[in-house]
């Protein structure tokens, strides 16, 4: 597992080029990308550019060609695929566009899952399991009466929020989310940012959010448009 020295650099991409099989032209050009410990970095872009293709990355579901990509201190291409999700269910909480919940669990199991998954999550709760993932619900204005449910009960923007506690809970130390308010109405989309900023303060975490929606970008303290550092422009691209 190659580290890399610079400690407080927790996703560093050098040269990194990506392309889908079968498709003739890379999705991904990126020269340089660097993001910092703490950092909260808000990411947009048109459809097709790349963006979810970056996440993926990012998280070890897909290797970049070639180029160099460590994420925590962490070459990511040096792992196995088993060693790969390892590592994101140690060290990452990811929202997924289309939330990747466990239909047959309910909802408090829902978000527990990754702490099955990783003790280093599970260590990092204060407190009883159960009822932090209730906290991190109730914080988001998921109902009390739906926690017990199966999460096929809920609607598509209940499940968002079982999505992001899922992914907030074990205080992972990057927060990696794909469009996660899509689906809610302004009042759960404050709720949804104010707790995710609260969590990733507190547990130090790095948040590296995608999103279409402009209103969101003044709550980041890094701002990035992915076309300014992709050489691949949209047009050109077949996400």
């Not at 020269?31 to 996440?55: A, E, N």
């Not at 579901?61 to 088993?82: F, K, N, R, Y």
């Not at 199991?109 to 999550?121: M, Q, W």
Request: charged content about 20%.
């Amino acid at each position: 597992m190659a580290k890399h020295s610079q400690l407080d650099t927790v996703i560093e991409l050098n040269n990194v080029r990506f392309s889908w099989p079968g498709n003739p032209t890379p999705t991904l050009d990126i020269p340089t990308l660097s993001v910092k410990q703490g950092q909260h970095v808000f990411i947009k872009g048109p459809s097709g550019c790349g963006k979810s293709t970056l996440l993926s990355l990012l998280t070890g579901i897909s290797t970049c060609e070639s180029g160099d990509l460590h994420v925590l201190g962490t070459e990511l291409a040096t792992l196995s695929q088993t060693q790969r999700d390892r590592f994101r269910a140690d060290n990452i909480g990811y929202i997924f566009q289309q939330f990747n919940l466990l239909p047959y669990l309910s909802v408090i199991d829902n978000v527990i899952l990754p702490c099955h998954f990783s003790s280093k999550r599970k260590q990092a709760v204060d407190g009883n399991l159960k009822e932090q993932a209730c906290q991190l619900l109730q914080r988001l204005h998921l109902a009390e009466d739906l926690l017990h449910k199966p999460v096929v009960d809920l609607s598509i923007g209940q499940q968002q929020r079982v999505a992001a506690a899922r992914a907030l809970i074990g205080k992972p130390r990057l927060v990696i989310a794909d469009e996660p308010t899509s689906a809610l109405d302004f009042a759960n989309r404050s709720a949804f940012i104010e707790l995710l900023m609260e969590q990733a303060e507190q547990a130090q975490s790095t948040l590296v959010f995608v999103s279409h929606d402009p209103s969101l970008e003044a709550h980041f303290n890094t701002r990035l448009n992915l076309q300014d550092i992709n050489k691949i422009k949209v047009g050109v691209v077949s996400q």
